[in-house]
């Protein structure tokens, strides 16, 4: 890995870490794309990368602050993170077997979607 590629990553990383921790995104809405984008990586090899990264040691220093202020509901947690295995196991069995192509159109129409419904449907 060479000079640029190593700034590169970790400038990924901070602003990941500091959008996850504002607004609790990072891996596949800011990660997986910038990935792609500056760095050449195959869609799959991007969300097989940031799966790899989401690790509980990564996630646990945001989760502890949300959780000194009461705002973690563990029990929920705990069963989003065994459904998050299982969908995980599943996805990924699935993504690997399809072209880059249909994944990067099936990711970006998940972000529209998502957007629409933040930007036009959301009443609070």
């Known amino acids: 890995m060479n000079l640029g590629t190593l700034i590169v990553v970790i400038v990924i990383g901070i602003a990941a870490g500091a959008l996850s921790g504002l607004v609790g995104i990072g891996g596949g809405i800011v990660i997986v794309p910038l990935l792609v984008m500056f760095l050449g990586f195959s869609q799959q090899t991007a969300q097989g990368t940031t799966l790899a990264m989401l ?30 295995v299982v969908g995980g196991y599943f996805g990924s069995k699935y993504a690997v077997s399809v072209s880059p192509y249909l994944l990067k159109k099936i990711f970006a129409v998940l972000l529209i979607v998502i957007a629409v419904k933040f930007l036009f449907f959301d009443k609070k």
């Open 55 to 84: 690790s509980f040691p990564v996630s646990f220093v945001g989760a502890y602050t949300y959780w000194q202020k009461g705002m973690v509901d563990w029990k929920i947690a705990i069963l989003l993170c065994l459904g998050f």
